[in-house]
């Protein structure tokens, strides 16, 4: 296991490269948050932006892309919910697969957040 200092990160993104091609580290990345940088996706039929590192890092990587999801039981459990591996969508065109991908897995955000709707919130002003 692997800390990556968000602030650093940001500045150089090789870093993660290194860590997920070279040593075959895993990483684990959250979708649901605001990027002025980011790309507009569908989300509950609004555009958001969102961050499209997920999607760049399968890419040039090649990294399996696992869905994961945490909610709280009745009794104050969390039941843990691991999703199949995401088929990436690489056609060759980079900038059109980085959408269609980061769709894609904010499609399946959308779909447990339909199911369990007062588990989700956004630790950012995600619907400004």
């Known amino acids: 296991i692997k800390w990556f200092n968000e602030s650093k990160t940001k500045k150089s993104p090789l870093q993660i490269l290194r860590f997920l ?18 790309i507009k ?21 090649s990294a399996t892309v696992i869905p994961m ?19 990436i969508i690489n056609t060759g065109n980079y900038e059109n697969d980085i959408v269609l991908n980061t769709q894609h897995f904010i499609n399946i955000l959308e779909s447990y957040t339909a199911k369990f709707p007062k588990q989700w919130f956004a630790l950012n002003r995600w619907w400004r």
């Open 41 to 61: 996706v569908k989300f509950f039929g609004l555009d958001k932006k969102t961050a499209v590192g997920p999607a760049v890092l399968a890419l040039k990587t």
């Open 21 to 38: 091609k070279k040593e075959k580290g895993t990483s684990n990345l959250m979708q649901d948050q605001r990027y002025q940088k980011g």
């Open 69 to 87: 999801f945490s909610t709280r039981t009745n009794n104050n459990n969390n039941r843990l919910f691991i999703e199949k591996p995401v088929e």
